[in-house]
């Protein structure tokens, strides 16, 4: 018997099960895919947004505020990297400098600090590939910028080493009320007992919500294209660009990545499938736009493409609350942008005023709440690097040339909670084909190494999960 249950493996899920971890409870994490972060948190623009295109009032506003105040020290103390580049919403003509009036004015109103409407002469020093047609921007200096999936790891790696557990391949199918705990069943036929249920299952948590007689909300998916240049075009922009928000969201943005990329996206279909395929009118659609807000978008070094979809409900804001039908049962979904700026204030408000009314909380002494980088030796001194060869020969060599990511890396997070098994999940961590040849040269080494400490045949190494073969079998 558990005393709290996470369901969903996200960014959301995520803070929540490491903020659980900080009092004396025993959790558990149920994800439905092979690794954590598998859905729409690893496929996300990774922006800290500063919280002035919410509606004053609403929990995206409350939420956004405080999580982009906490979010450096936050992804400090995890080991991620963390960026405070600014926003710029741009305007292209004088009739849009009103609309930057009225997003200053909001933002102020949410509690959103150094807000500013800068002229074109302020903004071409700024960012001189802006188009030649902007007139001025609203200047947001707190927004940042993050890496979601990294994120995301680190907080259920950190909440693991403070003693919480994590199932792998777990889809949830039912959900059973009986007098005092939840019994949650799987498709495989495990099941699970706790106290309490917290659900942040992303596109799933209306139908996860439905499994308790949970009614009240429906969710349903979007889905965004993104298209991802090499690091050789970093020097493009230095700020998060974005055009003037229209009621499908904040739209195609430009921006910095923490690790020197250049992204472009995302688009907004509304879709009735979890399917994150890309497609030629979407890839256009971001081009075409990113064209009009920059000059001289480097697209010849474009490195890869790829969509997420993201969830959004009927209620057009952040759900947070426990069940009205099903006492101990909370729901956590509808959490769209800007849901990874709100994540650390979500898990706060989460466990410290809704699981405190269900459970007892008395302080874990013992949490730790640090996490060292899961890569970093390409960031080291020469003689820092030598002190570690000493210790780890392994370290001493590169597998992953693109991104200069060693085997002594790889091998940490096959072994580090969450544990990496298959290679888009060592990629996500630490980004072995995340570079220019996106794992041309180094995928096969990363397999081989999975394969040997693992101690499983090749054949078995999985690309990303279920039914993700890289080999069939020997051809000599």
């Known amino acids: 018997m558990f005393d709290a249950v996470v369901v969903g493996g996200g960014v959301i899920g995520a803070t929540i099960l490491r903020e659980l971890t900080k009092y004396d409870l025993s959790v558990l994490m149920l994800e439905k895919?092979?690794?954590?972060?598998?859905?729409?948190?690893?496929?996300?623009?990774?922006?800290?947004?500063?919280?002035?295109?919410?509606?004053?009032?609403?929990?995206?506003?409350?939420?956004?505020?405080?999580?982009?105040?906490?979010?450096?020290?936050?992804?400090?103390?995890?080991?991620?990297?963390?960026?405070?580049?600014?926003?710029?919403?741009?305007?292209?003509?004088?009739?849009?400098?009103?609309?930057?009036?009225?997003?200053?004015?909001?933002?102020?109103?949410?509690?959103?600090?150094?807000?500013?409407?800068?002229?074109?002469?302020?903004?071409?020093?700024?960012?001189?590939?802006?188009?030649?047609?902007?007139?001025?921007?609203?200047?947001?200096?707190?927004?940042?910028?993050?890496?979601?999936?990294?994120?995301?790891?680190?907080?259920?790696?950190?909440?693991?080493?403070?003693?919480?557990?994590?199932?792998?391949?777990?889809?949830?199918?039912?959900?059973?009320?009986?007098?005092?705990?939840?019994?949650?069943?799987?498709?495989?036929?495990?099941?699970?007992?706790?106290?309490?249920?917290?659900?942040?299952s992303g596109i799933n948590s209306a139908k996860i919500a439905k499994m308790v007689g949970d009614n009240s909300f429906e969710v349903k998916g979007r889905k965004g294209e993104y298209i991802l240049l090499d690091r050789e075009s970093g020097d493009f922009c230095s700020h998060t660009i974005f055009k003037t928000p229209t009621e499908k969201g904040k739209g195609i943005l430009v921006t910095q990545t923490v690790d020197g990329n250049i992204l472009l996206g995302p688009t907004a279909e509304n879709v009735e499938d979890n399917l994150t395929y890309t497609t030629e009118t979407g890839l256009d659609f971001v081009k075409r736009t990113a064209s009009e807000m920059t000059k001289n978008v480097p697209f010849y070094n474009t490195i890869t493409s790829f969509a997420g979809v993201r969830a959004f409900s009927d209620r057009h804001d952040f759900i947070i609350e426990e069940s009205?039908?099903?006492?101990?049962?909370?729901?956590?979904?509808?959490?769209?942008?800007?849901?990874?700026?709100?994540?650390?204030?979500?898990?706060?408000?989460?466990?410290?005023?809704?699981?405190?009314?269900?459970?007892?909380?008395?302080?874990?002494?013992?949490?730790?709440?640090?996490?060292?980088?899961?890569?970093?030796?390409?960031?080291?001194?020469?003689?820092?690097?030598?002190?570690?060869?000493?210790?780890?020969?392994?370290?001493?060599?590169?597998?992953?040339?693109?991104?200069?990511?060693?085997?002594?890396?790889?091998?940490?997070?096959?072994?580090?909670?969450?544990?990496?098994?298959?290679?888009?999940?060592?990629?996500?961590?630490?980004?072995?084909?995340?570079?220019r040849c996106q794992g041309g040269f180094c995928q096969p080494h990363v397999a081989e190494i999975i394969s040997r400490e693992l101690n499983i045949p090749m054949e078995d190494v999985l690309k990303s999960g279920k039914n993700s073969k890289l080999l069939v079998g020997k051809t000599k």
């Open 324 to 435: 009205k039908v099903s006492k101990g049962f909370i729901n956590c979904a509808g959490i769209e942008s800007p849901g990874l700026t709100s994540a650390p204030a979500i898990a706060k408000y989460v466990v410290e005023e809704l699981v405190s009314k269900l459970l007892t909380l008395n302080e874990n002494k013992n949490f730790n709440g640090k996490r060292t980088a899961d890569y970093f030796f390409k960031n080291l001194s020469v003689e820092e690097k030598n002190e570690i060869i000493k210790k780890d020969k392994r370290y001493g060599k590169i597998v992953c040339r693109c991104e200069e990511i060693t085997e002594g890396e790889i091998v940490r997070a096959i072994h580090e909670n969450p544990p990496a098994t298959t290679v888009d999940a060592v990629k996500r961590r630490v980004r072995a084909g995340m570079g």
């Open 33 to 200: 895919e092979s690794d954590v972060c598998m859905g729409q948190s690893k496929a996300n623009s990774g922006i800290s947004h500063a919280g002035y295109d919410a509606k004053p009032g609403s929990l995206k506003a409350k939420f956004n505020v405080l999580g982009n105040k906490m979010m450096p020290a936050f992804a400090s103390d995890l080991g991620v990297k963390y960026k405070n580049n600014g926003s710029l919403v741009v305007a292209y003509s004088e009739e849009e400098i009103k609309t930057l009036q009225e997003l200053k004015e909001r933002g102020e109103e949410n509690g959103v600090e150094s807000l500013e409407i800068i002229g074109r002469e302020e903004l071409v020093k700024l960012e001189p590939n802006i188009a030649d047609n902007a007139v001025g921007a609203l200047f947001a200096k707190t927004g940042g910028i993050v890496c979601p999936y990294e994120l995301s790891i680190a907080s259920i790696g950190n909440a693991m080493d403070n003693g919480a557990k994590l199932m792998l391949d777990f889809e949830v199918v039912a959900i059973e009320k009986n007098d005092g705990y939840y019994l949650v069943k799987s498709s495989d036929g495990r099941e699970v007992e706790a106290k309490i249920v917290i659900n942040a």
